[in-house]
């Protein structure tokens, strides 16, 4: 009886690999290299001039965000995926421009995606283990660790990196997430077959509302309103206040005049889709919600991340956007006393606009009297 370790034919792994994907609910499955040294220079260049704000992460673990073998040592291959989220987008212009509502962004809605990708992809991995004889290196990632998953899922053929940023597939257009697993078996790789079809276009540019692209495919994460939500920790500069407009957690706008989001298609993951009416929601029902309301209506929720005393902050801002009434200036004044300096300082700007509003509805009152 041989002792040899059988041949691998891993054209046909790649093949299954791909099927077990599909099966798992992912839309498609990718196979590339790991060369990103073009891509290395790029975020070199983004991180001097600042773009990072505070997310001081990103100049972290030196190479290893573009050296994937010195991520995970062994790695020749990263298997990357992408997952369709955009559950109805039929009240999300309305939402919008309604401005006693609160928008949130369409990923952050249901459940935290996180955990949901992670838990299929550790299931393809294993799928992979028992497929393969002998050991193999391998770890999924799903924006968990120092990984270029865009550079990555473009390089694989998912799609091009859009103007905004974002990575835009002609047949999806850009409502997904993306999860990678580094793996040490030497697939065969995708030939990218997606080509950057942005053209002229630039409605993502000009929706921005805190112009937030200096340049095509760049990113200021400082002036970008899902930065100034989420990661953003202090107080929000007041000159992103207004054009904050009623985001409270991150910001669709450029994804949602991008024309080749007419494409995308909706997903049936029930977990993405929206819990708690978060998609209808009046800011003062959600300005009001005690941290328990918080705690509780936000577990297993990406909205989590932006802790209760952020979640007031980014509220109180869209309650100073919102159209003057007794139910919201009552809403910001519950409030006034509130123990966090920071959510005291935005509630007072809230209350300022207010009154403002005000002065500005007298004046115009007593012009047309005149």
């Known amino acids: 009886m041989s002792s040899e370790t059988p041949e691998i034919d891993y054209t046909q792994l790649a093949l299954d690999i791909k099927d077990w ?3 798992l609910g992912f839309q498609q499955v990718a196979i590339t290299d790991t060369d990103l040294s073009k891509t290395g220079h790029q975020l070199n260049d983004w991180l ?5 704000g505070e997310m001081r992460w990103m100049s972290e673990h030196g190479e290893k965000r573009y050296h994937p073998e010195q991520l995970l040592p062994g790695t020749l291959r990263v298997i990357t995926v992408r997952m369709d989220y ?3 987008n039929s009240n999300m212009i309305a939402t919008l421009k309604d401005e006693s509502k609160a928008y949130i962004s369409r990923y952050a809605l249901g459940r935290d995606y996180h955990k949901l990708i992670r838990n299929r992809l550790t ?7 028992k497929a393969v004889p002998g050991a193999v290196v391998q770890r999924p990632f799903v924006d968990s660790a120092p990984v270029m998953e865009k550079p990555l899922a473009v390089k694989a053929g998912l799609g091009w990196m859009g103007k905004h940023t974002l990575v835009i597939n002609s047949e999806a257009g850009s409502w997904f997430f993306l999860g990678e697993i580094y793996t040490s078996l030497p697939l065969p790789v995708d030939q990218s077959s ?3 079809q942005c053209g002229e276009c630039q409605a993502c540019l000009k929706v921005c509302p805190t112009d937030a692209f200096p340049a095509p495919y760049v990113l200021d994460a400082r002036r970008c309103i899902s930065y100034l939500t989420i990661e953003q920790k202090g107080s929000i500069p007041e000159e992103f206040r207004e054009p904050m407009g009623n985001r409270v957690f991150g910001c669709d706008d450029c994804q949602a005049v991008c024309p080749w989001n007419k494409m995308a298609s909706l997903s049936d993951e029930k977990d993405f889709t929206p819990r708690h009416n978060l998609d209808n929601r009046e800011l003062t029902e959600l300005f009001l919600w005690s941290e328990q309301e918080f705690l509780k209506k936000t577990e297993g929720s990406p909205i989590r991340r932006v802790g209760y005393e952020g979640w007031l902050r980014n509220l109180a801002v869209g309650l100073g956007n919102a159209p003057t009434s007794e139910t919201v200036v009552s809403a910001l004044r519950s409030r006034e006393s509130h123990s966090s300096p920071m959510v005291r300082e935005h509630v007072a700007w809230a209350l300022g606009q207010h009154q403002q509003q005000k002065r500005r509805k007298r004046k115009i009152t007593n012009t047309a009297n005149t």
Not at 48 to 52: D, F, L, N, R, S
Not at 123 to 129: A, P
């Open 194 to 196: 997606e080509t950057d």
């Open 123 to 129: 299931t393809l991995t294993k799928e992979i283990e």
């Open 21 to 23: 994907g599909r099966r």
């Open 48 to 52: 001097a001039a600042g773009h990072q």
């Open 86 to 88: 955009l559950t109805d």
